[in-house]
């Protein structure tokens, strides 16, 4: 499908510019898209199987406007009103006719006569009374919006044409929080309380400082920050300084987007307040969302769409400030509801918004899906389901940690023990590793008799279990050896079974794995990835290849972000759990040592690039014993704000085929 896609771009000032950008990389690896950031020397409409217009109330979109006319489209309402832009190409062009053309199009002959009393000057112009939304919508052959209140007012203005509700997509940034409260002078434990973007008096700053100071009279180390640009009719400083708040409030003016963003990661609560609202969908608001914040809005148009546990919502009118004030004090006085609030939201939004979610959302939608289709008067969903799109993960960022459940079973040890006789050294070897393995046969999908299943470095402590407790009728192995090797290996169990499995020797980062394509239902990958030296994307890449479409990787490895890790770092010693060299005498292969070792985030990485959907990803011990000497670093990242789960010794992760390999180099891992 080629598109042509109208929109304005960074360095633009405008949030609608930031959106496209986002949208335009994952647009651009579904469909053939032709950008056009201002207005094209020449357009041959007919080359195009469908053309979008981005379409924001400022003068920035003028020339999309332009295009919108001339040529039909699908138009991409950001909010329910264009009229400071129509007001921008009439009146401040010295075209009042215009003007009024404009409003007796939109808002009749009563607008008419409204619009001669403002350009006498009696009056201002009715900005939200008159939408000026007729003449684009009259001429497009499609709407697509963020919002059922922004698709709702369409249908109202009179389009009757096909209607999306497809939601803002959103950042998912890895952003070094303490290091902008470090920037800003504010320690931990200091509440720091953020507003962002145009500092327009409709974003309730007035009200919000006015409450802010109420908090400060109960805890007066609070802090609040501003960021943007002030405007003209809000006197900001001569507010701050009426209301005796100089050395709690920070006005920090226009940020690039990178401070902007980082400002936003060290607040503990943004405001995200506005009143009156013409439907807007904040990108600050999903932003924010995005970094796991505790958030505020107003609950009026759009944002009384957001469900209630992500964020708190404020009545406009009456006790406003009030609430406000409650709402502050209570986030600030119990900083893990806080705290869970944020890690709800941003859960919330990596189900919902991902990018290349939204991406083909649009494109189903522009080739005539109907599932996307909004019936004036009806209620459309925005739902999650992501009709098997993979989920958006860029180097920096992980997607949800909250996959969908696998039916869990219960494998006794005696399954595990049993083929360990009489192998004194491999019985004190399994104890070590028994919650691990128990661990490990739990998360294996069972099998059948027709279904074949590889355990990579397979060492016969579980290989049989694979067969009398998971039930896979055909079992094989393999290990680091000579391509072309194959070693025959079998044990005996306590009751006198005999188990008999073949191990092909090759080496997992070079060589071709000895198997066809789509060959095995399920394959263990259990603590080899960390000993490989140049190239596990290539193992990975293999696994994807010989696994058939939906057949699992199951892959354990030690996790370098465990509490242990971060309580070695810190006490000054390597965080790796076996980063040593081997010794020139040790008898032992030089392929036990770990060469790097993974974070659960970066395993999820691995998963996701080599064409895996991730359905359950964990962390726990080598063996159930307790820890308490550990307790102090999980306070330590209790009081720091850094997440405490997947923190334990070892990560087990199951991911199901979806596609072939995403990216064989992915910019994370290799330089």
Not at 60 to 84: I, Q, R
């Amino acid at each position: 499908m080629r598109l042509a896609f109208f929109s304005p771009l960074p360095p633009s000032k405008s949030g609608i510019a930031d959106y496209s950008a986002a949208l335009l990389g994952p647009l651009a690896k579904q469909a053939q898209v032709d950008v056009f950031r201002e207005a094209p020397s020449a357009f041959d409409p007919s080359q195009y199987d469908a053309i979008v217009y981005q379409l924001g109330n400022n003068p920035d979109h003028s020339f999309v406007y332009d295009y919108a006319l001339k040529h039909p489209g699908t138009v991409v309402m950001h909010e329910a009103n264009l009229h400071h832009l129509i007001a921008d190409r009439t009146i401040r062009a010295g075209n009042w006719d215009g003007y009024l053309n404009e409003l007796a199009f939109d808002g009749g002959e009563r607008a008419r006569r409204f619009g001669e009393r403002v350009r006498k000057l009696e009056v201002g112009p009715d900005y939200e009374g008159v939408p000026m939304l007729r003449r684009v919508l009259a001429a497009s052959t499609g709407a697509i919006a963020h919002s059922r209140f922004v698709a709702r007012e369409l249908a109202a203005q009179g389009f009757t044409g096909r209607t999306a509700v497809i939601p803002h997509g959103v950042w998912l940034p890895e952003i070094d929080r303490l290091g902008y409260r470090h920037k800003l002078g504010v320690d931990v434990k200091t509440p720091l309380i953020g507003t962002f973007g145009h500092l327009k008096p409709y974003k309730r700053i007035a009200e919000s400082l006015r409450a802010f100071r109420r908090l400060v009279q109960l805890i007066p180390e609070a802090k609040f920050i501003l960021v943007g640009e002030p405007h003209p009719e809000l006197r900001l400083d001569d507010l701050v300084v009426r209301l005796g708040l100089e050395a709690h409030v920070r006005h920090i003016g226009y940020a690039p987007i990178d401070d902007f963003t980082g400002y936003l990661a060290a607040c503990d609560i943004v405001l995200n307040l506005r009143y009156p609202t013409v439907g807007e969908t904040s990108g600050t608001l999903h932003r924010s969302l995005g970094l796991g914040r505790a958030v505020m809005v107003s609950d009026v148009g759009a944002f009384s769409e957001y469900p209630d546990d992500i964020c708190l919502k404020v009545p406009v009118g009456a006790g406003e400030e009030d609430l406000i004030f409650e709402y502050l004090n209570l986030l600030c006085s119990q900083p893990t509801l806080a705290r869970g609030m944020g890690e709800r939201a941003r859960a919330w939004v990596e189900r919902e918004c991902p990018w290349d979610v939204v991406a083909g959302r649009y494109l189903g939608f522009l080739q005539g899906d109907a599932r996307d289709e909004f019936v004036a008067g009806a209620a459309p969903t925005v739902t999650g389901d992501r009709g098997g799109t993979e989920v958006p993960l860029q180097a920096e960022a992980c997607a949800t940690m909250a996959p969908e459940p696998t039916e869990p079973i219960t494998v006794p040890v005696s399954a595990i023990t049993t083929w360990t006789n009489p192998q004194p050294e491999v019985a004190a070897y399994v104890d070590t590793h028994l919650t691990r393995f128990q661990r490990t046969l739990e998360l294996t999908p069972p099998g059948g008799p027709d279904d074949h299943v590889l355990e990579m470095g397979a060492y016969m402590m579980i290989t049989a279990a694979l067969k009398y407790q998971l039930g896979y009728g055909h079992v094989r192995g393999c290990y680091y050896g000579t391509p072309g090797h194959v070693d025959v290996k079998t044990v005996e169990s306590d009751d006198g079974r005999s188990f008999t499995c073949e191990i092909d020797h090759f080496d997992a980062e070079k060589h071709v794995f000895p198997y066809p394509d789509g060959h095995f239902s399920t394959v263990l990958c259990c603590e080899l990835i960390e000993h490989l030296p140049s190239d596990p994307m290539h193992t990975m890449a293999e696994i994807n290849r010989v696994l058939k479409p939906g057949g699992h990787l199951i892959l354990t490895t030690p996790n370098i972000a465990s509490l242990r890790s971060i309580a070695a770092m810190l006490n000054g010693y390597h965080p790796a759990l076996f980063p040593a060299y081997l010794h020139p005498a040790a008898t032992e292969k030089g392929e036990a040592r770990h060469h790097r070792e993974y974070t659960a985030k970066e395993v999820y990485l691995l998963f996701h690039y080599a064409g895996f959907d991730i359905t359950t990803i964990d962390s726990g011990p080598f063996k159930e014993q307790p820890r308490p000497e550990l307790a102090w670093v999980t306070h330590l990242l209790e009081q720091y704000g850094f997440p405490q789960d997947l923190r334990g010794e070892g990560v087990y992760c199951v991911g199901k085929k979806a596609g072939p390999v995403r990216d064989r180099y992915p910019g994370w891992l290799y330089s």
